[in-house]
């Protein structure tokens, strides 16, 4: 569509809402004007209600853009934070090591279970390294 700004990702993958903003004020029964920052200056601030969504936010789980390095497309570089555990996969012919590592700038229930061979490569600074024997 012709003057339709998109956010983030064309197609199915694209972001449904962007947001939150405040609301500035009511205008008429189904219209509100929002409180829009510098870089969506091109989109005119009133929306209809039915554009809208209401944000029902916990303080706690809201980080600030500026700590997390986001890009202009909106994303921004997962990093590990520590090696909680590890556990260790019997399949039939081989064993799979995995480990359960925190990620900055996410709570500690978002840790998830990771294939340890992957993480030793891309973060090998967690890893002990090997004994070197004199």
């Known amino acids: 569509m012709k003057g339709v700004m998109r956010f983030g990702k064309k197609g199915k993958l694209s972001p449904w809402f962007v947001g939150p903003y ?9 219209a509100y004007e929002l409180d829009l920052p510098n870089e969506l200056a091109p989109v005119h ?12 936010g916990d303080p706690v789980s809201i980080f ?27 399949l ?19 840790a998830t279970w990771e294939a340890e061979a992957n993480m030793k490569s891309r973060y090998p600074h967690l890893f002990p390294s090997a004994l070197i024997r004199t």
């Not at 405040?22 to 189904?30: E, F, S």
């Not at 601030?45 to 029902?56: A, D, G, R, T, Y």
């Open 22 to 30: 405040q609301v500035l004020k009511c205008i008429g029964k189904v």
């Open 45 to 56: 601030p009133v929306f209809h209600v039915s554009m809208l969504k209401k944000c029902i």
């Open 64 to 90: 600030p853009l500026k700590g997390l390095g986001v890009d202009e497309n909106l994303s921004y570089e997962e990093v590990l934070v520590e090696i909680l555990d590890r556990q260790v996969k019997r």
């Open 92 to 110: 039939r012919n081989k064993e799979v090591a995995s480990i359960k590592v925190p990620w900055r700038n996410h709570l500690v229930e978002g």
